[in-house]
């Protein structure tokens, strides 16, 4: 017999922290090789140990009766892996999910857009780091702004509730365009986050520590043409948010190093292989792959492994900026 589920079921760590919000990775694999992210040589994991879709959908399932309820898809890009469109459509009618949300480079949302809001994603998160055509090839290596910007156009059309873009800001490659983005947020009524590199995998493009530009300092330059307000605001995020009083934009600054933000983390990973991480910044983890494959179909098992799971999730990660990432996976594999 299968047990009831108590709606009321929450997962809590031994912080006592309730965690309500797991992004899920749906490939590792992407169109883009971002000189942060991953090196132009990248080897992907077997597509036979990625989770399968039907696997996914499992996963969602799980995490959404045991309490979560802000489900978020992302990658490697979300986009580029076949049917993801379908898989979308299963997660977002899950009884308690409030919001699935997905994170995209946006070179595939001329044709995904729409099919994205009819499956029922309410807000999209698109990475956008420039608005030089160059630079913009400099930093994704192989991405094309301008497939991006019609991809961001055709979101707007398709009217989703919110979108916003995501912004790593290095020193030297972009640092001096942190105006000009929020101005192309503003003009399209999006919000916009920065975003602190993190030390994620080696990388041999740059150098982390000297590439290094503190949300303190991109303030300071927004200062000298925007009034800040500091909001209360709170999207279930690490951002800490502004709003600017001459546009209706939020601004928010993701800084894993000069503002830690792990005291509130609500959050776990889950990467395409289904590992369960239960912090950004640590190796701890958990085989979610290995009780979905030796009990198909168990929701029991996988939500039992889940709420174990709680038992490790660590207090917080440890981010420096040595000249050795202290964590080996990249962000493609993580499931930023
Ligand atoms: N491919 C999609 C995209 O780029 O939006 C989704 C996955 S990507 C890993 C998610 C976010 O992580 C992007 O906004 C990207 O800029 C960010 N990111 C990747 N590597 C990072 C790093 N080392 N430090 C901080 N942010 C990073
Ligand atoms: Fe791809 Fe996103 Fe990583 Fe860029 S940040 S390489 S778009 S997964």
Redesign the pocket.
Known sequence: MTPVTSPTEQLIDRFGRVVDYVRISVTDR?DFR?V??MEPDTQFVPRAQVLTLEELETVARAFVELGVHKVRI?????LVRRNVVGLLAKIAPLPGLRELVI???GSQLTKLAVPLKEAGVKRI?I?LDSLDPARFARITRTGELHLVLAGIDAALAAGFQSLKI?A?ILKHRNHDEVVTLVRFAAERGMDLSF?E??P?GVIGDHDRAEAYYSSDQIKADLEKVFTLIPTTEQTGGPSKYYRLRETNTRVGFISPHSHNFCEACNRVRVTAEGRLLLCLGQEHSVDLRAVLRRQPGDLEALKATIRESMEIKPRGHDFRLTAQPMIFRH??ATG?
């Not at 992302?74 to 979300?78: C, L, Y």
């Open positions: 992407c971002c942060y992210c992302t990658g490697g890009e979300p994170t995209t480079n998160n990475s995501n790593v975003i590199e993190m994620l962000m493609n930023g």
